[in-house]
């Protein structure tokens, strides 16, 4: 037989099950996958010269021989297998790219049971990084050598956020190889693509603000004052340190505004949204002041002016993280707090969802431990903004007795340094050193009182936690609080207003009565879970006294702001500076003193003197403004409710039968012991409760008192939580 074996090669025999199947030899790409997908020659370098003209070095790859199961070579010299039957395309590269990371993604899952924790070595790992909006190149990431991170840019990513370890973007981070595909993805003719279709419910009304009127710039121009009115409107709101914001700059603001001006259409409705609120807020300071009476300064409604800052943050869209969202976002919060006169559940609510996209925003990391590069000048504003909007969320949540929505493990953030406007700009290359605490700057307010917000909001967490609150911690955070109140700055510490230097300015006078309430209410809320502790209980007893010292403080500094706002007094032109954040720790003084009444079974005739003046000058502070604002009013309800039970007589021992549940205290009736009268004498409310002395009478029944009468029962067992809700709902 002959020799057949030379004609192996040529003939074969076809499978039986597929008669008609032909095999093809496979032949190599010789080009690289950019310059199949443009039709261009390619030289078969690697990089290829097209490709390095162009710039897409990096992306330029040769597919692999699909007989020989060798990896692909890219640009960047990573190799990687394709699947043999894989059409070539860059689509379908990426493709086999992330069916790679879906297994290593099962992989992690499955073997993330046994991996160490990077806390127990000592060391920190950041898995965030930032993603940044399109033209963002990687010229504008700075890597931090502790922090890994990147910059994500790519057609498909349009927004720009900072996304956690737990985002789907984090693990590109660690595989670029599924982003160089992604890049190098031909971009696809609009023209040809078919429309998008909206949800239907991207035109609906806002969900915070609500339905808003269609926002021109020529109507923008309408609703403004006259350049000369903005001018005298804007100079008063940065001559006015207390209300001023600390993240606006003041030297780029000015540099925006003259452009605005200029060109109005060039600045965007973010910004804009910034400028009324900026008005709104001069406006209410004109008009404290007696500005309005002026005839060369035509003033706006304050009202109108807030809503259109809000018409121009809805189409500014606020929430696609444009620049300065935040920033507008926490203004338009601030004119808001300024503007009202109760307290507004709005307001938190705003501040909340600030806080989400401020996060979204990177605003919780220091701009130091980012991949993004930012500039000194945008570090420093950031750090002011980030501390603005904790400081108002710790506030707000204590009114309403609320968990702050920002954790302190959540962040990073330094606290912003004490400087001056004037001690930086956009153009600093390197920021100078933070002016010592002796330089009375008008940040040096905002950087102490950042430090005790971080006591702050641990007391906050420790006082709201369902768990049984350890002793030991409530000392330690009481030693902290003492120790920040003995370092803060000669400047800012508290002194009596009549005392007080004639150079001093009022916004110094404020501050100072802003840190003063800060630190008394923190040691208040700290100490107080244990006002209602068995007497007999030593243990306690240093608690009852630190609460009971700190409530008539806060009320002696009611007694004396009121005074001051009065007409001739020296706070008279800015009596719109204490907020209904701050009148609210007012109340819950209030509170503490009459439960620590109700409880003390022997209390000394000095110290039951003091405290029920101390009440009844509260209650008649809230009563005179009770036609102003419903919160005064239900104030001043709530005090004759407590003072009524105070002052009643009881007897000891009801009678068989008696329902005891709502009976009040055994206390004597004061009206009746001459030798306990205070030496500047009181006026103890009529047995009616109800508003006299010329004032529109609100009878109780407008506010059920029950449910605060019967709490006052059983002090023991008092929710003070309920009670925070009663006082700033009722």
């Not at 692909?72 to 894989?86: P, T």
């Not at 790519?154 to 985002?167: C, E, I, K, M, N």
């Not at 009852?544 to 409530?551: P, Q, T, Y």
């Amino acid at each position: 037989m002959a020799d057949m074996s030379q004609f192996t090669s040529v003939f074969y025999t076809h499978s039986s099950s597929d008669p008609t199947k032909v095999s093809k030899r496979s032949r190599m790409t010789l080009s690289c996958l950019n310059c199949r997908s443009r039709k261009l020659k390619c030289d078969r370098q690697l990089p290829c010269g097209a490709c390095a003209k162009r710039g897409d070095q990096v992306t330029c790859k040769f597919a692999p021989w699909a007989g020989s199961g060798a990896g692909a070579v890219s640009g960047n010299g990573i190799g990687i297998s394709a699947a043999r039957s894989a059409p070539p395309g860059q689509r379908q590269e990426a493709q086999i790219r992330l069916q790679r990371l879906e297994l290593m993604v099962q992989e992690l899952v499955s073997t993330s049971g046994s991996a160490s924790d990077p806390a127990q070595d000592g060391t920190l790992e950041d898995h965030g990084q930032w993603q940044a909006a399109p033209g963002e190149g990687p010229e504008s990431v700075a890597h931090n050598g502790s922090t890994p991170g990147s910059v994500v840019s790519s057609s498909t990513l349009v927004d720009r956020a900072y996304h956690g370890a737990t985002h789907w973007a984090a693990f590109l981070d660690h595989i670029r190889e599924i982003q160089d595909a992604l890049d190098a993805e031909p971009e696809i003719n609009m023209a040809d693509a078919s429309p998008i279709q909206q949800a239907p419910y991207q035109n609906s009304p806002d969900l915070l603000f609500g339905s808003t009127a269609p926002l021109t710039i020529q109507g923008i121009m309408r609703s403004l004052p006259s350049r000369q009115i903005s001018d005298r409107l804007v100079s008063l709101y940065f001559s006015s340190k207390f209300t001023a914001v600390p993240f606006i700059h003041v030297h780029q603001f000015q540099r925006q505004y003259e452009a605005f001006w200029k060109d109005p259409p060039s600045a965007s409705f973010i910004w804009i949204s910034i400028l009324f609120s900026i008005l709104c807020i001069a406006s209410v300071v004109a008009g404290a002041k007696g500005y309005e009476e002026s005839p060369h300064l035509e003033l706006r409604d304050p009202s109108f002016l807030m809503t259109k800052a809000v018409e121009s943050l809805v189409a500014g869209e606020y929430l696609t993280d444009k620049k300065y969202a935040i920033e507008a976002l926490l203004i338009h919060a601030h004119a808001r707090n300024i503007c009202s006169k109760n307290s507004d559940s709005v307001l938190w609510a705003t501040i909340g969802f600030t806080t989400r996209l401020a996060q979204r925003g990177g605003y919780h990391r220091d701009p130091t431990h980012l991949p993004q590069r930012f500039s000194p000048f945008e570090a420093e504003i950031r750090r002011r903004t980030w501390f603005f909007l904790r400081a108002l969320d710790l506030l707000l949540s204590y009114q309403l007795g609320m968990p702050p929505t920002i954790h302190d493990d959540g962040s990073d953030t330094k606290e912003p340094g004490n400087y001056s406007d004037d001690d930086f700009d956009e153009d600093t290359v390197v920021m100078p050193s933070p002016r010592p605490p002796i330089d009375p700057t008008p940040m040096l307010y905002h950087h102490t009182k950042s430090k005790i917000c971080h006591i702050l909001s641990r007391v906050l967490h420790h006082v709201l936690s369902m768990k049984r609150r350890q002793y030991h911690v409530t000392c330690t955070l009481n030693d902290e609080l003492h120790l920040w109140y003995a370092e803060v700055p000669a400047s800012l510490k508290i002194r009596p207003i009549r005392t007080t230097s004639f150079s001093d300015q009022n916004h110094t006078i404020m501050q100072r009565i802003v840190l003063e309430l800060v630190y008394r209410r923190t040691l208040c809320n700290l100490h107080r879970p244990f006002l209602g502790s068995g007497q007999d209980n030593g243990q306690y007893s240093l608690s009852r006294d630190i609460c009971r010292d700190s409530a008539l403080r806060l009320l002696d500094l009611h007694a004396e702001f009121d005074r001051e706002t009065q007409p001739g007094g020296r706070m008279y032109e800015d009596r719109y500076l204490l907020s209904s954040l701050g009148l609210h720790d007012f109340k819950v003084a209030a509170m503490v003193i009459c439960l620590d009444l109700n409880e003390s079974s022997q209390p000394s005739a000095g110290d039951r003197d003091r405290e029920i003046c101390a009440l009844q000058t509260a209650y008649n502070i809230w009563r005179a403004r009770a036609s102003e604002s419903h919160d005064a009013r239900r104030a001043s309800i709530a005090l004759g409710v407590m003072l009524g039970r105070l002052t009643k007589p009881t007897s000891k021992n009801p009678a068989p039968g008696e329902d005891t549940s709502t009976s009040a205290p055994v206390i004597m009736d004061i009206s009746s012991q001459s030798h306990l009268m205070p030496a500047t004498g009181y006026e103890v409310p009529p047995n009616d409760f109800t508003l006299v002395n010329g004032l529109s009478a609100y009878p109780l029944d407008l506010v059920d008192s029950r449910p605060l009468d019967s709490a006052l029962n059983d002090p023991a067992n008092l929710d003070w939580s309920y009670l925070d809700q009663y006082f700033a709902i009722n």
